[in-house]
């Protein structure tokens, strides 16, 4: 088996040379990293992990912390980061604290602070102010993603925004009855998207001099299923059917669209939906919807932990980002139907 010292020869360079062009560490022009690359390739020579974590302190691994693996957002997010991480060279451990508070604290108190991982990347969760402390007691950079953290630097979404831009798209269709279907207590995640969502939509409709009707609003999980219970009542009141209904999530969008249908509903002829996400099936459903780019925002979050794990590389200035979101019309959304007088 080949080792550094072959490398080196082949190169024509040091040993100390071909540690820094593999390892990432320190200043190696391009040119000669190159060589070294073509030179290991060529003889299959293999960095060994923990030879290399001895040499350097770095592990070559992100630890990365979601609340939950199973919604498609999440994955999507993780997806992005994995793919960032991969180019850089590093392995991604998932810690997912879809069992609760002990997983948590597990997570938190033990796993990240064994030095298993060089950094930590947060997908939708509000740290505490103990967490932070700890980590950067550590050495360990923080990245959030979905928020702004105190001492953390972040990626967040412009929630009441995008709730908003989707409110006001209904809108200037000539829609003055709009439902929403957003989070129940139990679905009400760290950062409050639901809350501040249903907040920018009822922005949206006070600045166009719509009242807020609280009859309009049912509460769902962010789920499909969630979705379709809560657009039942909501379409199915005869007395107060909104022409278009704003769904906090794709997925429940999704369900708002089949329960619609359940209930002899044309969408878009009787009832607009849009959504938020631009999940993967939105074009199938023809949905309109705020796309959040999920899987750049798992890319974004890796640059700046790279940023941190290299300094120098660039300098950071803001502790939060604002994510892009982008208005995406589909077949779902149209003019509300015309009345018998008009």
Known sequence: MPGINEVAQLAGVSTATVSRALSGNGHVSETTRQRVLAAA???EYVVSSNASSLATGR??????????????FYGAVLEGAESA???????????????????????FEHFLLRKRVDAVIA????????????????GKPIVGVGGTIQGVRTLSIDDPGVARLATEHLISLG?????????????????????RRRGG????????????????????????????AAAKQLLGNPRKRPTAVFAASDEMAFG???????????????????????????????????????????????????????????????????????????????????????
């Open 85 to 107: 991480l991969l180019a850089h060279g590093y392995d991604l451990t998932l810690y997912n604290l879809g069992g609760g508070g002990d997983e948590r604290t597990s997570v």
């Open 59 to 72: 592990t070559k691994n992100v630890g990365v912390v979601i609340p939950f693996l199973n919604r498609w």
């Open 201 to 228: 939509f009822e922005a949206a409709l006070m600045d166009a001099g719509i009242t807020p009707d609280p009859a309009l609003f049912h509460a769902a999980d962010f789920t499909l299923p969630g979705g379709y």
């Open 123 to 138: 997908i939708a969760l509000e740290l505490t102010e103990g967490e932070v402390g700890r980590l950067h007691d550590l």
């Open 41 to 43: 390739l060529q003889l």
């Open 256 to 342: 708002t669209i089949l329960a619609a249908r359940d209930l002899g509903l044309s969408v878009p002829g009787d009832v607009s939906v849009i959504g938020v996400d631009d999940h993967e099936l939105s074009d199938f459903f023809g949905l309109s919807t705020i796309a959040q780019f999920p899987a750049l925002q798992g890319r974004m979050a890796v640059d700046l932990v790279m940023d941190q794990l290299n300094p120098g590389h660039r300098e950071l200035h803001a502790s939060n980002t604002q994510l892009p979101f982008e208005l995406i019309v589909r077949s779902s959304t149209a003019r509300p139907p015309r009345t018998p007088s008009e």
């Open 175 to 195: 829609h003055t009855l709009i439902g929403h279907i957003g989070g129940n207590f139990d679905s009400e995640m760290d950062f409050h998207v639901p809350t």
